[in-house]
């Protein structure tokens, strides 16, 4: 049972392209949580998102930002026009049940490292 | 606004000491609380609390909760040099898990 997957791990980008980073949550999870983790600080909520849907985006830049976990296929995150600050680990997390019904543990991956020169 | 609060925010203690790790929280619509490993990779999870006063081991780790007092511990006895790591603690409120910004411990052969 693989665990989730992100890729890519590294993603370099200049200033005004676009990052694209994919979660593939864990076999028989249907939520998927992203985070930004800046260096020497914590976890940052961004999104929840369930199958076709997004829960909750409040932790979500309102600009350049945007996130989708369609029917079929990972959920992506997308950052538009990247500038330096953007520069961050990106982790995305899957649960198998709804977060205020779950108190259970979220399996996180391994993150997706993106470097805007 | 919700908020969780770690300390210290880094420790260095010498193999075979017992550390304590602090995390204080003010939520509202608390559900539980959650303890996570970093090692530079993904964050692997730990323990997870939801009752006062009951406490969770796992070999040298154990931790407890205080709902009251609004804190939780993390204590790791005869530390050795693969506990050296970043250990965030999490609260699921609504539909959001909350981290704090981790307490960074090296443990020194």
């Known amino acids: 049972n693989a665990g989730v997957m992100q890729n890519p791990r590294h993603l370099v980008r200049r200033r005004g392209q676009e990052a694209r980073l994919r979660c593939s949550p864990m076999k028989g999870h249907s939520h998927v949580y992203w985070y930004r983790q800046l260096p020497e600080e914590g976890l940052k909520f961004m999104v929840y998102?369930?199958?076709?849907?997004?829960?909750?985006e409040s932790g979500m830049p309102k600009e350049r930002f945007s996130a989708e976990f369609p029917k079929e296929g990972p959920s992506i995150l997308r950052i538009q026009q990247v500038v330096r600050g953007d520069s961050a680990a990106y982790f995305c997390?899957?649960?198998?049940?709804?977060?205020?019904?779950?108190?259970?543990?979220?399996?996180f991956g391994e993150g997706s490292r993106l470097t805007v020169l | 606004e919700d908020k969780v609060v770690q300390s210290p925010l880094s420790l260095v203690v010498h193999e075979g000491d017992t550390v304590t790790l602090n995390c204080s929280y003010e939520v509202t619509n608390f559900r539980s609380l959650l303890w996570y490993k970093q090692e530079k990779k993904a964050p692997t999870f730990l323990f997870m609390l939801t009752s006062s006063g009951i406490e969770k081991k796992s070999g040298r780790l154990s931790s407890i909760l205080d709902k009251k007092e609004l804190f939780s511990i993390l204590n790791i006895t005869a530390t050795q040099t693969g506990d050296s790591a970043v250990y965030l603690c999490a609260f699921l409120t609504g539909n959001q898990f909350y981290f704090g910004t981790g307490t960074s411990l090296t443990v020194i052969p």
């Open positions: 997390a899957s649960s198998p049940r709804q977060a205020n019904t779950n108190t259970g543990e979220l399996f």
């Open positions: 998102l369930q199958k076709e849907n997004i829960i909750d």
